[in-house]
Each structure stands twice: as C-alpha cells, then as structure tokens.
C-alpha cells in the first residue's frame, strides 16, 4: 500500500506561482509513474501531469510551458512547480500513484486526499 499526502494549495492571485507537493509512504514510488490531476466544481477529474519511473513527462495541453513536474525518489516525494497561474486552473489537486498509463486516470491504484488551488482574478 502507498500512502499519499498532498499540500501546497492555497488561495493566490492571477499571475502567481505554487508548489504543491505529494510525499509518500508506505512503499518507495521509485518505481512508479506518479500524476497530477485535478477536478473543478461540477468537471470531471482530468489529467495535469504526469512522469513515468524513468524519467519522461507528459503535460495536458493546457499547462504546458506553466507547470512542471518533478520527483524526488530520496525523499519519496513528487512536486508540481505551477507558475503563470490562471482562474481556470482553480480545482483540487490530487497526486496519484502506480499506472501503466499516466494520462488515464482509471489506471492509478493510489490517490492522494487533494489540496485545494484557488487563483483569483
């Protein structure tokens, strides 16, 4: 079993910069693909980011150039560096682990409890 805790959320403005960050317990996510999703009040969860266990990265279209994922295996913890922040980005983020695929949501086994972004305008 892993455990995930996300934190870094918070209430900033159009423009702004957040880390969230995803540290793990319980087993070492090493070799894991680990993601980012998030979901907006009445919207379906949907894939940010996510970075395989090699190293390689996908982005959704609409953060690319803006977020960055990144991971720590020493510290069994996965970052998301959100820069350029926009309303629309407003949601619960939610860090996920271990998935064949790191775009599908319905392939991770294990999900984080969610940190709350709110970027006013």
């Known amino acids: 079993q892993v455990q995930l805790v996300e934190s870094g959320g918070g209430l900033v403005q159009a423009g702004d910069s957040l880390r969230l960050s995803c540290a793990a317990s319980?087993?070492?996510?090493?070799?894991?693909?680990m993601g980012w999703f998030r979901q907006a009040p009445g919207k379906e969860r949907e894939f940010v980011a996510g970075?395989?266990?090699?190293?390689?990265?996908d982005y959704a279209d609409s953060v690319k150039g803006r977020f960055t994922i990144s991971r720590d295996n020493a510290k069994n913890t996965v970052y998301l560096q959100m820069n350029s922040l926009k309303p629309e980005d407003t949601a619960v983020y939610y860090c996920?682990?271990?998935?064949?695929?790191?775009?599908?949501?319905?392939?991770?086994?294990?999900w984080g409890q969610g940190t709350q972004v709110t970027v006013s305008s």
């Open positions: 996920a682990a271990n998935s064949r695929s790191v775009t599908d949501r319905t392939r991770y086994n294990y």
């Open positions: 319980g087993r070492a996510i090493s070799g894991y693909a």
């Open positions: 970075i395989r266990s090699g190293g390689s990265i």
